[in-house]
């Protein structure tokens, strides 16, 4: 169930769900203690766009670009039996010419979202982007990611050297990595498993700080997510000409529900 919504003027940019109290099997985590805006909120699906990381084009834009930052509004709300499907799009322009809109369809077995980028400008441009997925998990270090053995991946913490995914990931410390794959995915976290499909990103981030945490995630909580992001990064930018567009896309499922 969704039970929350961040748009309009109280949460920009950030798009997920929470726990209602006492709810247990939120599929997302949002910290607890978010940053006045328009600081950035750590947790949900924040929208990196439209670079991620330090990637703007003279490399002094803000960290995973302008829309996270940004003021969306809600353009339409769609109840249907299985669920509810919600339009969102900034409420000023981020881009010269790239503009962005995101979909979301939500039920209690599936969150699906959407990240739609339209060329309307006049010369091709270079695209990178992250659907930057917060998932709540028993203890972060104690999870088990499924897809991504033999993938060729650019470790972070380490300058960006090259490696290869040996068998499946098992995360059992901070990392910070960009896989090279667009394989579908299970987070097992002990406790439940959830399958996570996308489109349009051939890169898969997937990251946790350890003890060096951003300022608004309190250390009491901060084992409480593992982000796993379906992204194009360097690995896989999209040059996008004028009149194209890019769908960037991710789909969460509870495993059992595939059977
Ligand atoms: O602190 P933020 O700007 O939200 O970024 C959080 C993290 O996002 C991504 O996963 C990057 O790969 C990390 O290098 C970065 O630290």
């Known amino acids: 169930m969704l039970h929350y919504l961040p748009c309009g003027p109280e949460a920009k940019q ?3 769900t929470q726990p209602a109290p006492g709810t247990e ?3 997302l985590w949002v910290t607890p203690s978010p940053q006045t805006l328009p ?5 949900g699906i924040p929208v990196c766009w439209p670079w991620f990381a330090d990637e703007s084009p003279d490399g ?3 960290m995973h670009g302008t829309a996270r930052q940004a003021e969306w509004r809600l353009d339409g709300v769609d109840d249907e039996d299985e669920g509810v499907e919600v339009h969102l799009s900034p409420t000023t322009r981020l881009d010269e010419q790239l503009t962005p809109r995101v979909m979301i369809h939500a039920s209690a077995r599936r969150l699906h979202v959407e990240l739609i980028t339209e060329h309307r400008g006049e010369k091709p441009v270079k695209l990178t982007a992250a659907l930057h997925t917060y998932f709540a998990v028993a203890h972060a270090h104690q999870c088990r990611l499924e897809g991504l053995a033999g993938a060729r ?7 960006f050297s090259e490696a290869h995914q040996q068998g499946e990931l098992g995360v059992r410390g901070p990392l910070d990595r960009i896989y090279e794959s667009n394989r579908p995915l299970v987070l097992d976290d002990g406790e439940r ?9 051939d890169s898969t981030v997937v ?3 350890g003890s060096e945490l951003p300022s608004d995630t309190p250390a009491d909580v901060s084992h409480g997510f593992l982000c796993v992001e379906a992204a194009c990064t360097r690995v896989d930018p999209v040059w996008l000409v004028p009149g194209a567009q890019h769908l960037l896309a991710t789909t969460l499922t509870r495993e059992e529900t595939l059977q």
């Open 14 to 16: 950030a798009v997920g």
């Open 25 to 27: 099997n939120g599929w």
């Open 39 to 43: 600081g950035t909120i750590r947790g």
């Open 60 to 62: 002094r834009g803000p």
């Open 153 to 159: 991946y650019l470790d972070k913490r380490q300058d």
């Open 193 to 201: 498993r959830i399958k996570i499909a996308k489109q349009g990103s």
């Open 207 to 209: 990251w946790h700080p």
